[in-house]
């Protein structure tokens, strides 16, 4: 069974940097594809950013130049590092893994295993 557990959330102000951690078990890490997304209060779920098993990676356009995604395999763990961040970025970040030998995707339906998710509020 694979689990999935977020850290790293908090609060910051507006332009601070956050770095959140996802920690992934039950499985071979290092053929999921992962993903971050985020739900803001009474919106939907979006994309932020995925990286495949090769380290590729793709981001939603807002967040390019700002966010990195990374993972490090020897520690089962895919980083999200958030620079600059905004207001209206506050929301649950959640991490989350495909299938083995995946490509990463924008699309949440493509994977299996949710995080429980993480807060990030971004204060003016």
């Known amino acids: 069974q694979v689990q999935l557990v977020e850290s790293g959330g908090g609060l910051v102000q507006v332009g601070d940097s956050l770095r959140l951690s996802c920690v992934f078990s039950g499985r071979s890490f290092s053929t999921a594809a992962m993903g971050w997304f985020r739900q803001a209060p009474g919106k939907e779920r979006e994309f932020v950013a995925a990286?495949?098993?090769?380290?590729?990676?793709l981001y939603t356009n807002s967040v390019k130049g700002r966010f990195t995604i990374s993972r490090d395999n020897a520690k089962d763990t895919v980083y999200l590092e958030m620079n600059s961040l905004k207001p209206d970025e506050t929301a649950v970040y959640y991490c989350?893994?495909?299938?083995?030998?995946?490509?990463?995707?924008?699309?949440?339906?493509?994977?299996?295993?949710w995080g429980q998710g993480t807060q990030v509020t971004v204060s003016s």
């Open positions: 990286i495949g098993i090769t380290g590729s990676a």
């Open positions: 989350a893994a495909r299938g083995p030998y995946s490509a990463p995707s924008t699309d949440s339906e493509d994977y299996w295993d």
